[in-house]
């Protein structure tokens, strides 16, 4: 994945296969430049909230709205692991909320979409689908608070499986319908995927055309660009 431009490749003997739209981290939380190996895709995953969104967002909207948790299916529970009602926390603040481990179910308004795509790594970053499709049409996709949302993620799904050499035909159609029966599942790939998140804002093509993105995490200090003649894209 190059961060700058918000896109996903998925790369065969060298050459590229697919290209994804992504929407990935702002300014504030910049997503990391990492590299890991793909293990797995959870199909039906539940979310368990990051602290980091529990303090600045889930506990407002807590505080204005006491059903909130209840209507986004997430379950909350303390630190012996006992669910609580969340309804009792009509007066959270950020700092109590960070007590308590808040996990929502998977489905429909599960922010993680029906896909993720695991990658165990320090940063404890992934891949994943996302029931809001609509960011994917934006020019600006530096939106994420978290990890990465990936257009496209059955497809890539299906090629990382096939990739690893999983005998079985895992299709979109497959994964769809492994989806529908509803349970939460891992699908382990049968060999690791090498995964690489890089910060490029310019890069040539094999046919010598130059790409360049906005530098949009300020990384880029006292680089001189390149004659005009080349070749630019603004996404």
Excluded at 134 to 148: A, I
Excluded at 163 to 172: H, K, L, V, Y
Aim: hydrophobic share 35%.
């Amino acid at each position: 994945m190059n961060i700058p431009a918000a896109a996903v490749e998925s790369v065969e003997n060298g050459e590229r296969i697919e290209r994804y739209d992504a929407v990935v981290r702002g300014r504030k939380h910049p997503s990391p430049q990492i590299v890991a190996k793909i293990v797995s895709i959870d199909v039906n995953p539940t979310w368990t909230v990051p602290a980091s969104i529990i303090k600045k967002e889930l506990a407002p909207k807590v505080r204005r709205n006491p059903n909130y948790l209840v209507r986004e299916h997430i379950h909350v529970l303390d630190a012996r692991g006992h669910e609580i009602d969340p309804r009792k926390l009509r007066r959270l603040s950020g700092a109590r909320a960070a007590s308590f481990t808040f996990r929502q179910d998977p489905g429909p308004k599960n922010s993680l979409g029906s896909i993720r795509i695991s990658m165990p790594n320090k940063e404890q970053v992934y891949m994943h689908d996302t029931p809001r499709k609509e960011l994917f049409e934006r020019d600006y996709r530096f939106l994420s608070h978290g990890c990465v949302r990936v257009k496209g993620a059955y497809d890539l799904a299906s090629w990382l499986l096939q990739e690893s050499g999983e005998p079985r035909q895992w299709d979109q159609a497959a994964l769809r319908s492994k989806v529908d029966e509803g349970r939460t599942e891992k699908i382990k790939l049968r060999r690791p995927v090498l995964v690489a998140w890089v910060y490029m804002t310019g890069w040539a093509s094999p046919d010598g055309a130059t790409y360049f993105r906005r530098d949009i995490y300020n990384l880029d200090k006292g680089t001189t660009l390149p004659p005009s003649s080349t070749r630019t894209e603004s996404r």
